[in-house]
């Protein structure tokens, strides 16, 4: 959840519910400032679509007509509560039209339909045609966190999205076309599972981060308040908080 990669456009998760869209907002509006062809696009979860702050950015997006896509991830729980006990709309992307702009539900298990009804809206949104709000149906196979122990479900119920998986059946898809071999599938996912095995030995391995590191890149400026911190826990022996001056 907690990545960013700036390079890859790729601005940052956080654990805020609902974060998402105001930054998408805020990155649009960059975009369209700075006449960049480019498009915003900002993530959210069920439990996420009546955060207030949700519809403040959408708002913003639609009035201003900026290059954004909302995209609702509807796993069916927030956390472990039912989607349709969480909200009154049939479908999540019904709440697109308070803002009037186009929302629209995709399979979000199958690959192509997602990507389709993505690259409609980001054809709209390039054209300054506003936001679109996508709700793509899919399901979670784990639970919110390690160690839930998922009394709001049932096997069945997990099996039968598992047996739509997008990634099988975008597979089989393209097997059936011609257009990739059993063989090599197995041979992308072997290379792909090397290089996630590399990095999980790369962390296990790594030095921790010294204490002082927690205070980089937290400000363009470090207040000097903050900056008392990071020297104390430079010079420390145990990279520890000046506790004299705890309150
Ligand atoms: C603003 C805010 N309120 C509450 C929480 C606590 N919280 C963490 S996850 C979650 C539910 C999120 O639901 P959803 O977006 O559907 O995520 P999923 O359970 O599918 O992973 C809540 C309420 C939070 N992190 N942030
Ligand atoms: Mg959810």
């Not at 296990?204 to 826990?233: G, K, L, S, V, W």
Request: aromatic share 6%; net charge negative.
């Amino acid at each position: 959840m907690h990545i960013a990669d700036v390079d890859a456009g790729m601005l940052g998760a956080n654990g805020i519910v609902g974060a998402g869209p105001p930054l998408a907002t805020g990155a649009a509006l960059s975009i369209d400032y700075q006449d960049r062809d480019q498009v915003a696009v900002g993530f959210l979860g069920d439990g996420a679509v009546a955060q207030g702050q949700v519809h403040e950015a959408m708002n913003l997006a639609a009035t201003w007509d900026l290059p954004a896509i909302f995209v609702i991830e509807n796993n069916h729980y927030g956390e472990g509560t039912p989607v349709e006990e969480q909200h009154n709309v049939d479908n999540l992307s019904d709440t697109a039209q308070a803002h009037d702009i186009p929302g629209l539900t995709v399979d979000g298990m199958d690959i192509t339909a997602v990507a389709e009804a993505v690259g409609e809206a980001r054809a709209r949104a390039r054209a300054g045609d506003g936001p679109t709000l996508i709700e793509a149906e899919t399901y979670r196979y784990r639970g919110h966190y390690e160690g839930d122990e998922e009394p709001y479900r049932d096997e069945d119920e997990l099996e039968r999205w598992k047996a739509r998986d997008p990634i099988d059946s975008f597979k089989e898809r393209l097997i059936d076309r011609g257009e990739l071999t059993a063989e090599e599938f197995d041979e992308l996912e072997g290379e792909i599972e090397a290089e996630i095995d590399a990095a999980v030995e790369y962390a296990q391995n790594a030095e921790p981060p010294a204490p002082h590191e927690a205070y980089d890149d937290m400000f363009a400026e470090t207040p000097p308040e903050i900056e008392r911190f990071a020297t104390a826990a430079r010079t420390s022996t145990d990279g520890g908080h000046p506790g004299g001056e705890r309150r």
